[in-house]
């Protein structure tokens, strides 16, 4: 793909229902950045108001740093700035920062994937832009860069000679995903499952189902919705798909036949999958990298969609091998020396009781050697409303389930899970992620598997940094199982 994202002429065309004032054109810009940390020379500085700064402090230092331009808002001060440099100045930056975003659309000729659903969005995303790559250029979000922000922020950043484009969506409130996927307009729309994260927010499952279906409402006109077929929303999803008059494809994971890309053959190991399923009438073979049901329901949406795009699908199959977990997401480590080696499965960034559930059945699939043991470090799942207690508790079926040897829980909502679990799984309960660390410590030992999960609110990362911080002395290594 070419150097150079925007030449200034089209910026401030994209802009010029926003600009206060045009400055010259001469410029071009080879990326976006909100973050100076983050910013290279080249780039166009978009100066956002923050809860904790405003990016209208940092212009300066991103002048310093390389920035060809800087995007702000009418009230900035620009007495520290040199006169020669670029000031895009607007009303409302986030505004022109969509402007923006919607002019990267306009030119765009790549094939547009979006994806939202309860769990596996960024997952899904990372597994699709890598199976297209073996097709041809492809931008995709960073990171969970799938809100108000980050949407626009990554459709800014699509290069104009991009051939694929991949985006995720999420929501906390009904509306939001309307919102993005009008910038979006994508091509093709995957759910990947509809689940109760953030259901404090709505006043029923069916609420929360219909939000996540606001991104059928904007798929471009001739566009595709793949959809989860084994889904109690299924028949809402494909409902408002056909009152938007978009074309559906399904996937089952339980391998019903009348999906159009289902399971026919899966079989779950430690640290991997192997597949046979049928995509949209043809066989496929394929191995997946990251353990779980659910990477196998994922990779079925996956290949749906390259299918769909006319990529390469024999390599995108492929390239599935090469999927592992992503930091917080399923990432595993080998921790430890000869003395006490330990496989930590890193699963802290964020939680639902579905993507719960998973987690501890992959938990279930590390085999048991020597001594060690199976050990879940569990924090509270944030956003459930009035069936919190309830929710946390019920997990104690799925401990069960999945043999896991020991609990040890954190927050006041995990103390139901810690209420209901019998005395054979039970470790002790931590009131803070700093006291599940500690208790962790006292309580590993040689070939143990750990997984830590928790809503970003109970700070699990900072126990599977601390965990890593422990053994750092000792070899570490991603991956190595």
Same mark, same amino acid.
């Given at each position: 793909?070419?150097?150079?994202?925007?030449?200034?002429?089209?910026?401030?065309?994209?802009?010029?229902?926003?600009?206060?004032?045009?400055?010259?054109?001469?410029?071009?810009?080879?990326?976006?950045?909100?973050?100076?940390?983050?910013?290279?020379?080249?780039?166009?500085?978009?100066?956002?108001?923050?809860?904790?700064?405003?990016?209208?402090?940092?212009?300066?230092?991103?002048?310093?740093?390389?920035?060809?331009?800087?995007?702000?808002?009418?009230?900035?001060?620009?007495?520290?700035?040199?006169?020669?440099?670029?000031?895009?100045?607007?009303?409302?930056?986030?505004?022109?920062?969509?402007?923006?975003?919607?002019?990267?659309?306009?030119?765009?000729?790549?094939?547009?994937?979006?994806?939202?659903?309860?769990?596996?969005?960024?997952?899904?995303?990372?597994?699709?832009?890598?199976?297209?790559?073996?097709?041809?250029?492809?931008?995709?979000?960073?990171?969970?860069?799938?809100?108000?922000?980050?949407?626009?922020?990554?459709?800014?950043?699509?290069?104009?000679?991009?051939?694929?484009?991949?985006?995720?969506?999420?929501?906390?409130?009904?509306?939001?995903?309307?919102?993005?996927?009008?910038?979006?307009?994508?091509?093709?729309?995957?759910?990947?499952?509809?689940?109760?994260?953030?259901?404090?927010?709505?006043?029923?499952?069916?609420?929360?189902?219909?939000?996540?279906?606001?991104? $059928?409402? @904007?798929? /471009?006109?001739?566009? +595709?919705? %793949?959809?989860?077929?084994? &889904?109690?929303?299924?028949?809402?999803? !494909? *409902?408002?798909?056909?009152?938007?008059?978009?074309?559906?494809?399904?996937?089952?994971?339980?391998?019903?036949?009348?999906?159009?890309?289902?399971?026919?053959?899966?079989?779950?190991?430690?640290?991997?999958?192997?597949?046979?399923?049928?995509?949209?009438?043809?066989?496929?073979?394929?191995?997946?990298?990251?353990?779980?049901?659910?990477?196998?329901?994922?990779?079925?949406?996956?290949?749906?969609?390259?299918?769909?795009?006319?990529?390469?699908?024999?390599?995108?199959?492929?390239?599935?091998?090469?999927?592992?977990?992503?930091?917080?997401?399923?990432?595993?480590?080998? $921790?430890? @020396?000869? /003395?006490?080696?330990? +496989?930590? %499965?890193?699963?802290?960034? &964020?939680?639902?009781?579905?993507?719960? !559930? *998973?987690?501890?059945?992959?938990?279930?699939?590390?085999?048991?050697?020597?001594?060690?043991?199976?050990?879940?470090?569990?924090?509270?799942?944030?956003?459930?409303?009035?069936?919190?207690?309830?929710?946390?508790?019920?997990?104690?079926?799925?401990?069960?389930?999945?043999?896991?040897?020991?609990?040890?829980?954190?927050?006041?909502?995990?103390?139901?899970?810690?209420?209901?679990?019998?005395?054979?799984?039970?470790?002790?309960?931590?009131?803070?992620?700093?006291?599940?660390?500690?208790?962790?410590?006292?309580?590993?030992?040689?070939?143990?598997?750990?997984?830590?999960?928790?809503?970003?609110?109970?700070?699990?990362?900072?126990?599977?940094?601390?965990?890593?911080?422990?053994?750092?002395?000792?070899?570490?290594?991603?991956?190595?199982?």
């Amino acid at each position: 793909m070419s150097d150079v994202l925007w030449h200034g002429s089209d910026v401030i065309a994209a802009l010029a229902a926003h600009l206060i004032a045009t400055p010259h054109s001469d410029w071009q810009a080879q990326g976006l950045a909100i973050d100076t940390r983050e910013l290279k020379a080249g780039d166009i500085f978009i100066a956002l108001p923050g809860e904790r700064a405003h990016g209208h402090d940092y212009v300066a230092q991103a002048f310093d740093e390389g920035a060809v331009a800087a995007l702000v808002g009418a009230d900035f001060n620009a007495d520290d700035i040199a006169e020669a440099a670029v000031l895009l100045r607007v009303d409302n930056v986030l505004a022109a920062l969509e402007a923006l975003a919607r002019a990267a659309r306009q030119r765009s000729q790549a094939h547009i994937i979006a994806i939202t659903g309860s769990v596996g969005k960024t997952g899904t995303k990372a597994s699709l832009a890598a199976a297209l790559m073996k097709s041809g250029s492809v931008h995709a979000a960073e990171r969970s860069f799938n809100n108000h922000i980050g949407v626009p922020l990554t459709l800014a950043r699509l290069p104009a000679d991009a051939e694929f484009g991949v985006f995720e969506l999420g929501m906390n409130h009904a509306g939001e995903i309307k919102a993005l996927v009008d910038m979006v307009r994508p091509h093709c729309a995957i759910i990947t499952t509809i689940a109760a994260a953030h259901i404090e927010n709505f006043d029923s499952m069916a609420d929360l189902a219909a939000a996540k279906a606001e991104i $059928l409402t @904007g798929i /471009e006109k001739g566009g +595709t919705a %793949i959809l989860p077929f084994d &889904n109690d929303y299924f028949d809402l999803l !494909a *409902a408002t798909a056909k009152t938007h008059q978009v074309n559906m494809l399904s996937f089952s994971v339980e391998g019903r036949a009348d999906a159009d890309s289902h399971v026919e053959r899966a079989k779950l190991h430690e640290a991997c999958s192997c597949v046979t399923a049928n995509i949209c009438a043809q066989a496929v073979t394929y191995k997946i990298g990251a353990p779980g049901i659910h990477q196998v329901a994922n990779s079925l949406a996956v290949l749906t969609a390259v299918h769909l795009a006319g990529a390469d699908l024999a390599l995108a199959a492929l390239s599935l091998a090469d999927q592992d977990g992503l930091d917080g997401r399923g990432a595993r480590y080998r $921790l430890g @020396g000869d /003395e006490v080696s330990v +496989t930590l %499965i890193d699963e802290s960034y &964020n939680a639902n009781p579905t993507s719960m !559930a *998973a987690a501890l059945d992959t938990l279930g699939l590390s085999p048991r050697k020597g001594q060690g043991r199976r050990i879940a470090v569990l924090g509270d799942m944030a956003e459930l409303g009035e069936g919190a207690a309830h929710l946390h508790g019920d997990l104690a079926a799925k401990v069960d389930a999945a043999d896991i040897d020991l609990v040890i829980t954190c927050g006041a909502l995990m103390q139901n899970l810690h209420d209901a679990l019998p005395a054979g799984r039970l470790g002790m309960h931590a009131d803070n992620h700093r006291d599940a660390l500690s208790i962790l410590r006292r309580e590993l030992h040689g070939d143990d598997v750990v997984m830590v999960k928790g809503s970003n609110a109970s700070r699990m990362g900072l126990v599977v940094d601390g965990l890593i911080d422990m053994l750092s002395e000792t070899q570490q290594q991603k991956g190595a199982l």
